[in-house]
């Protein structure tokens, strides 16, 4: 079992709800991510999204995308990205996932990418821009590293695309809680619940909600619907406004505690 799967395993014997941490690896510095995943992971993150920096990340908002420009800038690419990984591995066996543009990836070689990956300690891939139509050349070398392939659906998914999300996807599915990119919110988007309801129809896998989801009480609104809740931009803020600051990693833990906090108990 991957340590996805049995992680979602252990947070439904626990009657929990997972939170999933995204951050841009590299950002402030290559130097710093390790550290600052071992802070979100003492504060309660059950899974960490690793970002690949990219120059055109456009699904991302303008926070995520000022930290990749951060990372680039601090001389983080994909190979350094693995490095990180490795590192966190040697004090974590928290899952990791390896969030994406298709481009590095193509660049760096899947096959390369899938064994050095797994080789690295990562346990799923998430390509942000790659169709699921499409997915079927691009996946096989992932899986066959043993690496879980985790894709997105949205509000506009159609019930089609929601059948091939389940046929390619392992792991988890990343459900959008709404259309356009990532950032913040005030609230949580009425689109969740339709969406999660007509993925719990075309699979068994756990569903990972995100887009928006930044305080407490959202948290723990998405935390009863979905098996998991993914946290990004608002961490990525947070480093952007501390990245200086010595007390970042316990910024960082405290936050992830308040997040955590209400999915400790969720009710379906």
């Not at 790659?130 to 050349?137: K, R, T, Y």
Request: one cysteine or more; glycine letters at 10%.
């Amino acid at each position: 079992m991957s340590r996805i799967a049995a992680t979602f395993a252990r947070l439904k014997d626990r009657g929990e709800s997972g939170l999933v941490a995204y951050l841009t690896a590299g950002d402030p510095s290559p130097d710093r991510t390790a550290s600052l995943v071992w802070a979100l992971e003492r504060g309660g993150a059950d899974f960490i999204e690793l970002g690949v920096p990219f120059s055109d990340p456009v699904a991302d908002g303008p926070v995520i995308q000022k930290a990749s420009d951060r990372a680039i800038a601090a001389g983080t690419n994909l190979a350094r990205v693995l490095g990180i990984a490795r590192e966190i591995r040697t004090r974590s066996e928290i899952p990791l996932v390896l969030f994406s543009y298709l481009n590095p990836l193509l660049r760096y070689g899947f096959e390369r990418l899938a064994g050095d990956a797994a080789a690295a300690g990562i346990d799923g891939c998430l390509i942000t821009d790659l169709s699921v139509e499409e997915a079927g050349d691009w996946i096989g070398p992932l899986k066959a590293a043993g690496l879980d392939t985790v894709f997105l659906v949205a509000p506009t998914s159609t019930q089609r695309r929601l059948e091939l999300v389940s046929r390619y996807s392992s792991g988890f599915v990343y459900l959008v809680s709404r259309t356009g990119v990532t950032g913040e919110q005030d609230s949580v988007s009425a689109s969740i619940a339709p969406l999660v309801e007509g993925m719990r129809k075309a699979t068994s896998l756990p569903l990972a909600v995100g887009f928006g989801i930044s305080r407490p009480e959202q948290s723990a609104e998405v935390g009863r619907l979905a098996d998991a809740v993914v946290v990004g931009s608002a961490i990525v803020r947070l480093i952007e406004q501390n990245g200086q600051d010595p007390g970042l990693e316990t910024i960082l833990e405290t936050f992830a505690r308040d997040l955590k906090k209400p999915l400790l108990s969720v009710t379906e």
